[in-house]
């Protein structure tokens, strides 16, 4: 992890605010963590949150990069 979680932060500085995102992301992807936290969104709740971070990805990240970087498809190929 970029820093420890107890030193995330949001609003200081813009490299604060990646490192602790990219922190938070991680703490968000644990599978215990993960598995809790589906079980306690109501459906809306899930697809809201399903619907922003994908908005997102289609904004920062190219397809190869969503199918290599998130999917982990590291045979697929798009051209750019």
């Known amino acids: 992890m970029n820093l420890e979680p107890?030193?995330?932060c949001f609003g200081l500085t813009e490299e604060l605010d990646r490192q602790s995102l990219a922190t938070f992301l991680q703490l968000s992807g644990r599978p215990e963590f993960a598995e809790l936290f589906a079980k306690r969104l109501?459906?809306?709740?899930?697809?809201q949150?399903?619907?922003?971070f994908f908005e997102l990805l289609k904004k920062h990240l190219n397809k190869s990069e969503y199918h290599q970087l998130f999917l982990l498809d590291r045979d697929h190929h798009h051209k750019e």
Do not use: G, Y
């Open 49 to 52: 949150f399903v619907d922003a």
């Open 6 to 8: 107890d030193k995330m």
């Open 42 to 47: 109501s459906s809306e709740e899930i697809i």
